[in-house]
């Protein structure tokens, strides 16, 4: 019977994971599908997550804006992802049961010390599941510092009680500012040598991603600093485009999303799919037709 494995988000039309898994299943000589289900409110995550304890599904992907929902659905979940309070990835057990688990952490961090092994302070742009991944990720390449920046932070309760998530791994709640020239965010960003986009601005179906980048005060950011994008589809994405026209090191998240994938792979079948075979489906996806899927 074929195993099916799949993608819960919204929006997932721009993803590359179903030719990246495709790929993976082929040259492991599995017998097995995998599909992206686009899920506009938590009630259809809810809903699939039933499906796969029923075993109409064998492991799912999550990716934004479910992934704090995913660990709450789950029945049990790995060490790392109760600790980051977020999932990627959900596996169905014998019994039926769902086990959630974060590869985001790993994965992440690889591509972040590929490009600045040993920041001292990081910025992290985002409040959600993603962002909680990001903070993880800086301080296991040893940042002791790691700001949190985002619209949502504020002085209302229910933006305190988002703050506390981030708090609790160390990392300092940030509203994000009106002005890219304000002073003390200009100061925070002086000494990051890592700013990570984890929201889905500049993402193809999403926010254009303009605005963000607008208020990043390029200039100040130390030599040697890195942009890293979660976003992979557009390649470009505004964030991008601005931290390379003002001479930063820019990176998408493309590698980052192939490392995520190998490893649920890897939870779901026991098996270790050829990473570069991962990668080039990815990107001929990506990259047919211009830059766009």
């Avoid at 999932?87 to 600045?116: C, F, I, K, W, Y």
């Avoid at 933006?159 to 925070?188: H, I, K, Q, V, Y």
């Avoid at 190998?262 to 990473?275: C, I, K, R, Y």
Wanted: glycine fraction near 8%; aromatic fraction near 4%; proline fraction near 6%.
């Amino acid at each position: 019977m074929t195993a099916r494995f799949a993608l819960f988000g919204h929006p997932v039309g721009h993803s590359v994971s179903p030719a990246m898994h495709t790929a993976a299943y082929r040259e492991l000589g599995l017998d097995a599908e995998y599909l992206s289900i686009d899920c506009p409110d938590p009630k259809a995550v809810r809903r699939e997550v039933e499906r796969l304890r029923d075993g109409e599904l064998s492991g799912a992907n999550v990716t934004v804006p479910y992934k704090k929902l995913a660990l709450s659905l789950a029945d049990r979940a790995d060490p790392l992802a109760k600790a980051v309070g977020a999932a990627n990835v959900l596996r169905r057990m014998p019994d039926g049961s769902v086990e959630a688990h974060n590869t985001d952490v790993a994965a992440l961090a690889d591509e972040l010390r590929l490009h600045q092994p040993s920041p001292r302070a990081a910025c992290v742009l985002g409040s959600g599941g993603a962002a909680l991944a990001a903070v993880v990720a800086c301080q296991r390449l040893g940042a002791g510092v790691v700001h949190v920046a985002a619209r949502a932070f504020s002085d209302s309760l229910a933006s305190a009680a988002l703050g506390a998530e981030f708090r609790a791994l160390g990392a300092t709640p940030l509203a994000m500012p009106s002005d890219a020239t304000e002073a003390s965010w200009c100061n925070t960003l002086s000494e990051c040598q890592i700013v990570v986009q984890a929201t889905s601005a500049g993402m193809s179906g999403a926010d254009s991603g303009e605005a963000l980048a607008s208020l990043i005060p390029w200039a100040v950011l130390p030599q040697g600093a890195l942009a890293y994008d979660l976003v992979y589809n557009p390649p470009l994405t505004p964030f991008l485009r601005r931290s390379r026209e003002n001479s930063v090191n820019a990176v998408g998240g493309l590698g980052m999303l192939v490392g995520q994938a190998v490893h649920s792979v890897m939870l779901w079948t026991g098996m270790t799919p050829d990473q570069s075979v991962m990668r080039q489906a990815a990107e001929n996806r990506l990259f047919k037709g211009g830059n766009s899927p």
